[in-house]
């Protein structure tokens, strides 16, 4: 499955953006998806899952209250929602689709090419 993630772009803090991924012809249903972050020199860390049927979602605290992780699956994508943008948010994000739906870079099994979002102060 190879995933496409799109949307990155420079804003400045405090500003929304929302990222997307899509699988081009492929369907996504039948895997729980995630978005993960990785900064320059730092490990790449969970940002945000959602399970298959989109019905329960879980956030690492840092972006809690201020991110939020949808799908459609009727048009086999996923979002990332990015509110409140914070200096500390620039990273490149990936998103990933797998067998589980939690925190570890393990429980997924296909990874995206990654979008860069860089927020100004």
């Known amino acids: 499955v190879q995933l496409q993630a799109s949307g990155g772009g420079l804003v400045q803090t405090g500003d929304s953006l929302r990222l997307s991924c899509a699988a081009p012809g492929r369907t996504l249903t039948s895997y729980a998806m995630g978005w993960f972050r990785q900064a320059p020199g730092m490990e790449r860390e969970f940002v945000g899952s959602?399970?298959?049927?989109?019905?329960?979602?879980y956030y690492a605290n840092s972006v809690r209250g201020r991110f939020h992780v949808s799908r459609d699956n009727a048009k086999n994508t996923l979002y990332l929602q990015m509110d409140g943008l914070k200096p500390e948010d620039t990273a490149v994000y990936f998103c990933?689709?797998?067998?589980?739906?939690?925190?570890?870079?393990?429980?997924?099994?296909?990874w995206g090419q990654g979008t860069q979002v860089t927020v100004s102060s």
């Open positions: 959602i399970d298959w049927g989109g019905i329960s979602t």
């Open positions: 990933a689709a797998g067998h589980g739906w939690g925190a570890s870079p393990t429980e997924y099994d296909y």
